[in-house]
């Protein structure tokens, strides 16, 4: 990381060379001969910054320490000036900001940025958005948006293809901070540290990488109307797959995108969907494929992500998807993207991206390894493992992670972000006891088969289970409820004493199985996660969660005499 500062730096210096002979009126120095350096006073931000879940990474510690392109560029030494400047006066107001017109943001130094407005939308929510240039060379994208009825304000400033950005925040008292960041701080992007060039999106899959790779079968099918599917509808939150096109304006993307349907069948919808959804199983939290229960969730507990084969207007045919961060808790209306036509429209690969992309909407940055920023996992098989802030296309277990495993670039604990305060909703309720006292009753139909399910939600979690059985054989099948779990199951068996009669995790599988032969008698099942080898060669249980059934059949009891 201090290779890419330093190549930010110079980057910095030498733009700021090239903009202060070009356009010396864009930055307005104080008159004071030495102008003074501010030390960024504390400023809590309210929603919408970006840092809220900060440590981002192992490796990233608060704003960016490098020359930037505002105030920085009158200082002495450019790369000495302070990473944070606030602004004078009472900030920017909606009010002000209206479309076509020419607006100036004056920092606390005397510093000036001048700003020319492009577009400004209302959303449905009351939100108000702009899109403007900041004027300059390079010149800057700037996007703000309020709303004054839940007191959010979001302002953010990028450069096309350099890795400087800023953010602007607003504190509790009205004052406005804005903060030099790396652009990948801010979005979805990799910066080379040998050169400062930056690459925007989630990596492509490639028909190369995709050949080989069994075909979905639903790729075949006629297109058809988008399924109305829910995994949790009792959830206050939720994620929205929006795969039948969309309109999209008045957000940091830019204005009036066009986003085509994807075509797909309901079948290869549904797959997808089931896939994100078991993403997010452990979580309070609706997976959806309706419209209409998105936009009857708050704004600040939704995400829209579009599945597309619309990218022409990102100006990037090699990019899977692409997300702002921490935006799952924006006001308005800004998704998330995942481009299908850049995944090969493998199912596989779609479902990943969401999950990824979404990630970054609830604060995740990317989980990489020593010399790359999307780590793909190690191992093969059912077992194969890659973090799903990584690069998950082609393992069989994708997890949230926290760098366990050997020279990882992120030490973000996922699962504690996701389920933060900051995002507004947790876990699900736990809905099996973990003790035998309060164990879940499994009876027997009248063929002696028993079937039920669960979920482990929680790392630690167990699902307490009881059966009767007569005396015999007792079999038992507990699987993961979808054919791409992130859960390893191990299986344990106690008699009504407590003590253990048998267990089972497979080395290298998901499942558990048993077996045993019985005595009649009150059994206790006890279903709770594991996982696979170690962090390097496989997984730890961290992120060992989601959804299970059992079936099987107890011991008949002996026909009367």
């Not at 733009?15 to 009126?25: D, M, V």
């Not at 995709?210 to 006629?222: F, L, R, T």
Request: hydrophobic share 35%; glycine share 10%; net charge negative.
């Amino acid at each position: 990381m201090r290779t890419i500062f330093a190549v930010m730096a110079a980057l910095g210096l030498a733009i700021i060379a090239n903009s202060l002979l070009t356009h010396p009126e864009l930055v307005t120095a104080n008159k004071d001969e030495h102008p003074r350096k501010s030390d960024s006073p504390k400023h809590q931000c309210t929603l919408g910054c970006s840092h809220r879940n900060e440590p981002r990474s192992a490796t990233t510690d608060g704003p960016l320490k490098s020359a930037g392109l505002l105030w920085e560029k009158h200082r002495d030494n450019p790369a000495d000036a302070p990473a944070s400047m606030p602004l004078a006066g009472p900030g920017p107001a909606p009010d002000d900001y209206q479309q076509d017109s020419r607006q100036k943001i004056t920092l606390e130094d005397g510093s000036q940025l001048l700003i020319d407005i492009e577009q400004r939308h209302i959303h449905p929510d009351g939100t108000i958005a702009i899109n403007g240039i900041v004027a300059g060379s390079p010149q800057g994208r700037i996007h703000m948006q309020w709303n004054q009825q839940n007191g959010f304000f979001l302002g953010q400033i990028d450069y096309p293809n350099l890795p400087v950005a800023y953010e602007i925040t607003r504190a509790a008292d009205g004052s406005h901070l804005i903060t030099r960041r790396a652009i990948t701080e801010l979005v979805c992007a990799e910066i080379n540290p040998a050169t400062g060039a930056v690459t925007y999106g989630l990596p492509p899959v490639t028909d190369a990488e995709a050949e080989g790779v069994a075909a979905d079968p639903a790729s075949a099918e006629a297109a058809s109307l988008v399924p109305a599917l829910n995994s949790y509808p009792a959830a206050a939150a939720c994620i929205y797959l929006d795969f039948d096109g969309e309109q999209v304006t008045g957000t940091p993307w830019g204005n009036n995108i066009t986003a085509a349907a994807t075509g797909y069948s309901a079948s290869k919808i549904t797959d997808i969907w089931n896939r994100v959804a078991t993403d997010f199983e452990p979580f309070d939290l609706n997976v959806t494929t309706e419209e209409s229960v998105y936009l009857n969730t708050p704004s600040a507990k939704r995400i829209r992500c579009i599945i597309t084969p619309s990218n022409e207007w990102y100006g990037s045919n090699t990019a899977g998807g692409v997300a702002k961060y921490n935006s799952f808790v924006w006001s308005g209306d800004t998704p998330c993207w995942v481009f299908s036509d850049n995944l090969a429209n493998g199912t596989k690969y779609i479902a990943e991206a969401c999950s990824h992309e979404t990630g970054h909407t609830f604060g995740l940055s990317h989980d990489g390894k020593s010399g790359t920023a999307y780590y793909a996992g190690h191992g093969s098989g059912a077992v194969g493992w890659a973090p799903i802030m990584g690069s998950g296309y082609f393992k069989n277990v994708t997890q949230w992670s926290k760098g366990e495993y050997s020279s990882a670039t992120n030490t973000q604990d996922d699962l504690s972000i996701i389920s933060s305060t900051t995002n507004g909703f947790g876990y699900r309720e736990d809905d099996h006891d973990n003790q035998a006292a309060g164990a879940t009753p499994v009876p027997a139909d009248s063929s002696n088969q028993v079937a039920h399910s669960g979920t482990i939600e929680r790392k630690g979690d167990t699902d307490v289970f009881s059966l009767e059985s007569a005396a015999g054989t007792l079999t038992l099948a507990i699987n993961p409820a979808s054919n791409f779990s992130n859960l390893d199951i191990q299986a344990d068996l106690y008699d009504a004493g407590g003590d253990l009669v048998t267990s089972a995790n497979p080395d290298t599988q998901l499942n558990a199985s048993i077996n045993v032969s019985v005595s009649a008698g009150t059994y206790f099942l006890h279903i709770r996660a594991t996982g696979y080898g170690s962090a390097n060669t496989g997984f730890t249980d961290y992120a060992s969660l989601g959804s299970y059934t059992i079936t099987g059949e107890v011991a008949a009891p002996a026909a009367p005499s």
